[in-house]
C-alpha cells in the first residue's frame, strides 16, 4: 500500500508562484515513477508533469511547459511541483500520483496505481 499526501495548495495572485509537495509512504518509493494531476469541477483529470522513478526523465503537458517544473528527492520520498507564472486558469485540485514500476514518464491517469487526496490551488486574477 502507497499512501501520498499532498501540502502547499493555497490562494495566490496571477504571476505568483507556488510550491506543492508530495510525501510518500513505502520504502522503496524511489522506484516509482511519479506524476501531477489536476482537475477542475466538472472536468477530466488533466496530466500536468511527470518524473521517472530516478528524476533523468521529465514529460510536461505544453500548457505548463516552461512554468512548472517538476523534482524528487527519494532520500525524503517526496515530489515537488514547482509551479511559476502562475494564471487563473491553474486553478483547480492537483493531485500526485505514482506508478509501481517502469523507467519512464507517464502522461495517463490510468497508468498511475496511487493517488493523493488532492491539494486545492486557487489562482486569482
Known amino acids: 500500500q502507497v499512501q501520498l499526501v499532498e501540502s502547499g495548495g493555497g490562494l495566490v495572485q496571477a504571476g505568483g508562484s507556488l510550491r506543492l509537495s508530495c510525501a510518500a509512504s513505502g520504502r522503496t518509493f524511489s522506484r516509482y515513477p511519479m506524476g501531477w494531476f489536476r482537475q477542475d469541477p466538472g472536468k477530466e483529470r488533466e496530466f500536468l508533469v511527470g518524473?521517472?522513478?530516478?528524476?533523468?526523465?521529465?514529460c510536461y503537458a505544453d500548457s505548463v511547459k516552461g512554468r512548472f517544473t517538476i523534482s524528487r528527492d527519494n532520500a525524503k520520498n517526496t515530489v515537488y511541483l514547482q509551479m511559476n507564472s502562475l494564471k487563473p486558469g491553474d486553478t483547480g485540485v492537483y493531485y500526485c500520483?505514482?506508478?509501481?514500476?517502469?523507467?519512464?514518464?507517464?502522461?495517463?491517469?490510468?497508468?498511475?496505481?496511487?493517488w493523493g487526496q488532492g491539494a486545492q490551488v486557487t489562482v486569482s486574477p
Open positions: 500520483a505514482a506508478r509501481l514500476g517502469g523507467d519512464s514518464c507517464y502522461y495517463t491517469g490510468m497508468l498511475y496505481d496511487y
Open positions: 518524473t521517472s522513478w530516478n528524476g533523468s526523465r521529465t
